[in-house]
């Protein structure tokens, strides 16, 4: 059975603006304190992992020594199915050390080329760590196509070249509220809820 969360404070283990505001969202219905890596001056580890599971678990693990706070971790990623699966695990790295994802997702439509083949998927493991080492681990996915031009100012990352599956609206164009119900980090973070967390109105009050 996984270990339930019952503590005050939590951090997100991202330096991603974007990011932290989208997992502090998620969270806002469970009364938890959220602080970022960045806020509390922690350096990010080196990501030395080759799933998306070894990234995530190795920055939660870091964030919750560093901190000496329970840590939660995202490691997501676009996996474009005829780039065999690339970026990847990298693709913040596509980015670049200035964030550049403009220039990330033209890589994608460059390597993609004349490609009949545009399909992709988010992936999403977030992580939640312990300060004595334990850790609870939830995979989500999301089905979708690569589009060209980049559509919509919404999101982050490579929100703006994916569609998901069922949808005509790119995730950089579709409503944060919307996103948040079928993106493939909304299917980790239900995973997680249901496995680790009470909602406030649930907890012990005293």
């Known amino acids: ?3 339930r969360f019952d503590e005050k404070r939590l951090v997100i283990a991202s ?3 974007g990011k932290v505001r989208e997992i502090a969202d998620l969270l806002r219905p469970f009364a938890v304190e959220v602080v970022s890596a960045a806020d509390l001056g ?9 799933t998306f599971a070894a990234n995530s678990e190795l920055k939660a693990r870091a964030a919750a020594a560093g901190s000496g706070l329970p840590a939660l ?3 997501s990623g ?3 199915s005829a780039l065999g699966g690339e970026p990847g695990v990298l693709s913040a790295r596509w980015a670049g050390p200035d964030w550049d994802f403009g220039a990330a997702m033209a890589r994608v439509h460059e390597a993609l080329g004349n490609s009949p083949d545009r399909s992709a998927r988010f992936v999403c493991v977030l992580t939640l760590a312990w300060p004595d080492g334990h850790v609870e ?3 989500g996915t999301v089905e979708g196509t690569i589009v060209w031009p980049p559509r919509g100012e919404r999101g982050f ?3 703006p070249i994916f569609v998901p599956n069922g949808h005509d609206v790119t995730f950089g164009e579709m409503d944060p509220d919307a996103k948040h119900r079928i993106s493939h980090r909304a299917f980790a973070f239900r995973k997680l809820i249901g496995a680790c967390f009470v909602p ?3 907890r012990d009050a005293t």
């Open 1 to 3: 059975m996984a270990r």
């Open 15 to 17: 330096h991603n603006s």
């Open 42 to 50: 922690l350096p990010e580890p080196e990501e030395t992992g080759t």
């Open 73 to 75: 971790a995202d490691d």
């Open 78 to 80: 676009l996996a474009v």
């Open 137 to 139: 681990s939830f995979e």
């Open 157 to 159: 990352g490579y929100d």
């Open 200 to 202: 406030a109105h649930g």
